[in-house]
C-alpha cells in the first residue's frame, strides 16, 4: 500500500538571487503580477482617509434602547 510520488515532488527547491536577497522558487507557483496586485486592491473595501465620527443618533443610537422614561 505504498503510494509513488510524482517525480516533482521528489526535486529540490530551486533559489535565485535577487536584489534583495535569495528568493526560493517553488514550482507551480506564479508570481504574483502588478496587475493581480491592482485588482486586489480595487476589490479591497474603501477605507477613510479620517477618523469617523460614531453614528450614535437618532435610528443607529443604541443606548436610546435603555431609556426607561419617554421623558
Known sequence: MSRELPDDA???LEAEQTPIGVQTLV?????ITP????AMRAN???EPKKAQRPA???LFDTNSRNQ???F
Not at 514550482?27 to 508570481?31: D, I, K, M
Not at 496587475?35 to 491592482?38: E, G, M, T
Open 10 to 12: 521528489a526535486a529540490p
Open 27 to 31: 514550482s507551480g507557483v506564479a508570481p
Open 44 to 46: 479591497a473595501p474603501m
Open 68 to 70: 426607561i422614561e419617554m
Open 56 to 58: 450614535d443618533h437618532g
Open 35 to 38: 496587475a493581480q496586485r491592482l
